[in-house]
């Protein structure tokens, strides 16, 4: 954790990413996800993202299939997360994942955890609103961008 020194600029927040996207169909709509495949593209996720539009989110890329944890600081939006096995499977959704208060200490933030090789997040509700259940097998479609 950095400090900052009486006197000099509080440590700038983590930038919104931009990434690639990939469409990914559930049941009940075609959703756009950008790709976060990297070590430091996933851990950064949608931190600081004040708003996603209807069907669209973040698709985390894990190397393997397996137990997976994510810390939730600074999300400022309540969030589903979609635990998806390396055959496109949903094994598990964790609903309205709360906001962090950005006063609550780091060792008091929550951890999500699940089973997973992909984790979808999208906005609190949209998952039950695309229709996205455990048991459901989703259908990535293309990845676009660079």
């Known amino acids: ?6 006197g000099s600029p509080a440590p700038a927040a983590p930038p919104v990413q931009h990434l690639p996207t990939m469409t ?22 949608l931190m600081n993202v004040t708003s996603l539009a209807e069907h669209a989110g973040m698709l985390f890329v894990f190397p393997q299939d397996g137990p997976v944890a994510f810390w939730m600081k600074d999300t400022l939006i309540p969030l589903d997360m979609v635990f998806v ?8 959704i ?4 709360p906001i962090v208060p950005p006063t609550m200490p780091d060792e008091n933030i929550p951890l999500e955890h699940g089973n997973a090789k992909y984790v979808i997040e999208l906005s609190s509700g949209e998952a039950a609103q695309d229709g996205i ?5 989703l259908d990535a479609v293309a990845v676009h961008g660079r």
Do not use: F, I
């Open 24 to 45: 990914v169909r559930a049941p009940a709509a075609r959703l756009t996800l950008q790709v976060a495949k990297t070590e430091w593209q996933r851990e950064l996720g």
């Open 85 to 92: 096995g390396s055959d496109w499977k949903v094994r598990s």
């Open 1 to 6: 954790m950095l400090l900052a020194l009486a």
């Open 94 to 97: 964790a609903t309205r994942v």
């Open 133 to 137: 259940v455990p048991g459901v097998r």
